[in-house]
């Protein structure tokens, strides 16, 4: 069955770096795109970065544009986030999805930003 395992969150000050991995199993990782979402306490899930299945084509939300990278490793099947400058606001609990897989999701990673 597909499984989601996300990884590496934690509490890091403001403008420190964190970088997540999400460790995918149970489909054909190299044919899905991956997306990376967030979601804030009192918040809706938010879309935040996404890589086509080859990793050639990324994009990203306004919002983190320029300070977090995603990536993926298709021999490994994982795709990570690597998050620099972060903000207090950056707060939220990280999952990673696979595009047009279906409602699939892991239990998420913890990234707490201090000020």
């Known amino acids: 069955q597909v499984q989601l395992v996300e990884s590496g969150g934690g509490l890091v000050q403001a403008g420190g770096s964190l970088r997540l991995s999400c460790a995918a199993s149970?489909?054909?990782?190299?044919?899905?795109?991956m997306s990376w979402y967030r979601q804030a306490p009192g918040k809706e899930r938010e879309l935040i970065a996404r890589?086509?299945?080859?990793?050639?084509?990324?994009t990203y939300a306004e919002s983190v544009k320029g300070r977090f990278t995603i990536s993926r490793d298709n021999a490994k099947n994982t795709v990570y986030l690597q998050m620099n400058s972060l903000k207090p606001e950056d707060t939220a609990v990280y999952y990673c999805?696979?595009?047009?897989?279906?409602?699939?999701w892991g239990q998420g990673t913890q990234v707490t930003v201090s000020s």
């Open positions: 149970g489909f054909t990782f190299s044919m899905y795109a």
């Open positions: 890589i086509n299945n080859v990793g050639g084509f990324t």
């Open positions: 999805n696979g595009v047009l897989l279906g409602d699939y």
